[in-house]
């Protein structure tokens, strides 16, 4: 678990900024005492979170500008609202018996509702090194439901705690460790412009296979009618293993990942009249979409 100390002293750095804006008070021994001789921590937040541009170097760049994280509350131009948090969970974290590191995430709501979310996007593109500019999308706005979000450092092989099962790693084969992903969630709505394509998505709805983003007589439910009562889960196992190009001895982040069943519905617009009206283009459900043995090796190129 040397790998695990590194990673508590990393966060511990990158918190301490934090801890001075908002001029937090040390713990003596006897209150430190009390906290590590409990059974595990559980940490209540609160956020909105505002990141101007992010940009990827390789030999072009790829930029995302105008990035907005708070609660479910969208304002009329689709970005987060500004007065609404990410708020009423906590996480709850714990190194158990067989050296597993677990975190759980868990609403705080007095009614117990899953953790509501927003996020927006002003612009993603991709840049070149003469100044060519090409834009990807625009104006995305989504907002949902979060259920379900279990993040555990696996030591043993074996998470029980799934909503549809573990997937298989073969610790055997010279996987020593392997990150755990387990999350159940909705999207109430989703609207993004794909500019390149001149294609708009508008009212997507995912929801559980029981959810009914898809009603059932066939035709798509309007945004929100199908969300909350089921909810999309994910399974991911993630780990460092080898590469087919690379072949024995090399070494690649391995993302594997099942999905169970859920419903998808969306409106679709293409191309714009001469006022920039977009036209639409219909609308398109999709039904008991899963993924089931889904696996990404990740690694660099020289």
């Known amino acids: 678990m040397k790998g695990l100390k590194k990673i508590a002293l990393a966060t511990a750095v990158a918190a301490a900024p934090f801890a001075v804006?908002?001029?937090?008070?040390?713990?003596?021994?006897?209150?430190?005492?009390?906290?590590?001789?409990?059974?595990?921590?559980?940490?209540?937040?609160?956020?909105?979170?505002?990141?101007?541009?992010?940009?990827?170097?390789?030999?072009?760049t790829?930029?995302?500008?105008?990035?907005?994280?708070?609660?479910?509350?969208?304002?009329?131009?689709?970005?987060?609202?500004?007065?609404?948090?990410?708020?009423?969970?906590?996480?709850?974290?714990?190194?158990?018996?067989?050296?597993?590191?677990?975190?759980?995430?868990?609403?705080?709501?007095?009614?117990?509702?899953?953790?509501?979310?927003?996020m927006s996007v002003a612009e993603a593109s991709l840049g070149g090194q003469a100044g060519e500019n090409t834009v990807l999308l625009s104006n995305l706005g989504l907002s949902g439901d979060l259920a379900q979000l279990d993040i555990r450092v696996d030591t043993t092989g074996d998470s029980p705690n799934t909503r549809f099962g573990v997937i298989p790693v073969d610790l055997a084969n010279g996987v020593a460790d392997v990150l755990r992903v387990d999350?159940?969630?909705?999207?109430?709505?989703?609207?993004?412009?794909?500019?390149?394509?001149?294609?708009?998505v508008r009212n997507m709805v995912i929801t559980g296979a029981a959810g009914e983003a898809i009603a059932s007589d066939?035709?798509?439910?309007?945004?929100?009618?199908?969300?909350?009562?089921?909810?999309?889960?994910?399974?991911?196992?993630?780990?460092?293993?080898?590469?087919?190009?690379?072949?024995?001895?090399s070494s690649a982040l391995v993302i594997e990942m099942d999905i169970a069943p859920?419903?998808?519905?969306?409106?679709?617009?293409?191309?714009?009249?001469?006022?920039?009206?977009?036209?639409?283009?219909?609308?398109?459900?999709?039904?008991?979409?899963?993924?089931?043995n889904t696996k990404a090796v990740i690694y660099g190129h020289n």
């Open 183 to 200: 999350v159940a969630f909705d999207i109430d709505e989703l609207n993004v412009d794909v500019d390149f394509l001149a294609l708009g």
């Open 218 to 249: 066939g035709t798509k439910q309007a945004p929100n009618e199908g969300a909350g009562t089921d909810f999309a889960a994910a399974n991911l196992a993630i780990y460092s293993g080898e590469s087919v190009v690379h072949g024995a001895g």
């Open 21 to 60: 804006q908002a001029d937090m008070t040390a713990l003596d021994d006897s209150a430190m005492g009390n906290v590590t001789g409990q059974s595990g921590v559980t940490i209540e937040l609160q956020t909105h979170v505002n990141i101007g541009k992010f940009t990827y170097f390789d030999e072009g």
């Open 62 to 118: 790829f930029n995302v500008s105008g990035i907005e994280i708070g609660g479910g509350a969208l304002a009329a131009d689709g970005t987060v609202e500004d007065t609404s948090n990410l708020d009423d969970f906590a996480l709850v974290i714990d190194v158990e018996a067989d050296g597993d590191a677990f975190i759980h995430l868990t609403s705080t709501h007095p009614q117990g509702a899953p953790v509501d979310f927003g």
């Open 262 to 292: 859920m419903d998808i519905s969306m409106d679709l617009t293409l191309g714009s009249d001469g006022s920039g009206t977009a036209l639409p283009l219909g609308s398109i459900g999709i039904d008991n979409l899963a993924l089931t």
